[in-house]
């Protein structure tokens, strides 16, 4: 019987050691390489794409084994990302938001990419755009490279509009009538008429704030100055367009209320606000259109939504990584990726360039809403400590989305929130 | 097994005449070994993953890490500081609070409710067991997540209320309501679990306890709260303090359902260190601010285990 314990005793400590002797790794920097990147997209279509470019590099780089693209939901990619840094688990290259862009740029998260980049054959450095590079420089130098630059349209459903007895969005276009104030007044016709959603500002989600600079960009509003110092939301242009965003929900109803989802692609809204990738999710199932954003008070506008490819310092392979993102965006490959993401290079930022990998875009719509877009966009908004800077503007405009809200006080609320984390 | 063992080596002992040395390895101290080698695999399991992250996390909390860049310095006190000097803390103290009294209240009320009524003999009780524990056994995250549809302002919840005649509320838009709503999806996900353990103690009150109370005339509400309430008071102590470390550990139903707003209304302790270290990237002040959740608990659950010999009718 004894006997018996003693063999279960040790029997147990052995299965132990011998589990805790399964987790030891294997040494990163000898052997074949193998590269991770980080992505936010779990789109087919873009993964096909992502690894028929991997397969040819790895075609022609025998010491590299295997390149995956690790999709992490968008919602926390940011937060995934650095757990897996602060984890000693960082990926070989990864996506950046442009919201995030100024913490991992001035940090030192990345590695440095100009020498590289300009120095590759082929590579025609000189053919990047100097303004989208501008978020991702920091001292002059490239940390990351913005593979997409992507202005925001409207994509219009015209069978809605058409059952709510109002023009298509490119007659109104012509007509010279596409502003805010026409579209509120056709999106609130569509949902009194049909009962789906008039307007919905894709990915806000009254969560989501940054993307409501796509609305009140038409005030000349901004959340912040240029230099970041000094908070944005208590100015008249801010406020009058908050107030107009306020009244079209609650009053007219030309947007779906907090907690109400309506999905544009899906059929259920009849115009939605958002970037020219989205257009892989269109199905034919109804006439539709895109176009650029409604002009507001002050003028015509664009914003813009950048990611940037970066590769991690901590990577055991840095050096195969930034030459994997150098061949992963040189110029035939910026041309394949351009079917779904913007590319910063000027060559390629033509209408008929972008027709031949946009099959479901014209090129008028190209024209006026990707190119004239990246031409005078703003981007959507950034800062160093970005999610901190958002997680306070998000509460503190959670009482805007009621019907009996003051609007100004909200908007002074957010400031007084914000303004010492600016001045940080 | 060990008594018998101890005696046979004693015996043994005892027949020689003269023992010159008693052997280092006694019956006893191949018992202790025998022993600890069984929980040596549970031992290494807790230091691996509760006393040197512990350690680790008070470390943390003296420093200031900066995962992307890198550096990791000692700031001393500056994030204990910090505790007193961030003004969203009591805000979410006063949600973590509220969570916690609700749930406990709530969960444990329904889920002796429940016991009791389904203590009964009655047709189909087994039926009613079985949908009240169903929630337990569900993924957290995926019956969170049906419930985020149905409390959408146009979501299952509202249509049904309108089939009445009530527009409801926007449940996880509302100051008001948000913490409540999350309040009571949790309760659903976990009352089964707790009426268990009632009916269980339920079941180990001897009838004619309740025979005796009824002959000296104790009517039903006097014997439950006479009889039944004391004589399960160890396992509403063991509920209540599973129940009050559960709440306070709450994140993916706040992640999920409303990601601590509208406002701060449902930011608890839990997500605000979530928010803190891993999306502010402060690891030093969320390393502080999860020591002070270990706190708190520890501080509770010490102080339910202390007013045990007040209420708790009696222990085994």
Redesign the interface.
Known sequence: ??RK??A???A??V??LAL?ACGGGEDASSGPVSLRMTIWSANEAHLALFNEIAEAYIAAHPNVESITFDPIPFETY??AL??Q??GGNAPDLAWIFESSAP??VT???LVPLSGKLSSVDGYEYDDLAEAPLSLWQHDGELYAYPFSTSPFGVFVNNDLLAAAGQPTAAELVAAGEWTWERVIEAAAAVHAATGKAGLVIRDFD??NWDNLSTFFGGWGARAWSEDGSQCGFTAPEMVQAMTTLHEAIFDKQALP?????ADFFAGEAAMTVTQISRASLLEDNFAWDLVPLPAGPAGEYAVIGQAGLGVL??SDHADVAVDFLAFFTNPENSAKLAQFFPPPRQSLLTAQTLAKTNPKLTPEQLQSVVIDGISTGVVKPSHA?A??IA?EV???L??L?TPDADVAAVLADVCERIQPLLAD | ?STT?TQIGVGRAESRPTPARRSFWTSRR?DH??GY??I??QL?GTAAFVLIPLVLVVWYSLHE??????TFTYVGGENYQSLLDDRNLPAVLRATALFSVGLVTVNLSLALLLAVLLHQRLRGTMLFRTLFFSPVVVSLVAWTIVWGFLL????GINAMLRLVGIDGP????G?GTAMWSVIVVQVFKNVGLNMVLFLAALQGVPSEIYEAAEVDGAGRWRQFWRLTVPLISPTILLTSIITVIGSLQVFAQIAVLT??????ATTVLVYYFY?QA????H?GYGATLSLLLFVIVGALTFLQWRMRRRWVFHES
Do not use: C
């Open positions: 019987m004894k314990v003693w279960g005793a040790a147990a400590l299965g132990v805790s940011t937060t650095t757990t840094i602060a913490d991992f940090s030192g998260a009254y969560r209320g907090p907690g109400t989802n310092r901590q400590g999610a901190e997680q998000r509460a503190a959670d009482p989305w | 097994m063992s191949r070994l025998a080698l069984f040596t695999p290494l890490w900066n995962v992307l860049a890198g959408q302002d146009n979501g926007n449940w996880l838009r100051e990601q601590g707003g509208p406002g701060t928010q891993f999306q502010f990237h690891f």
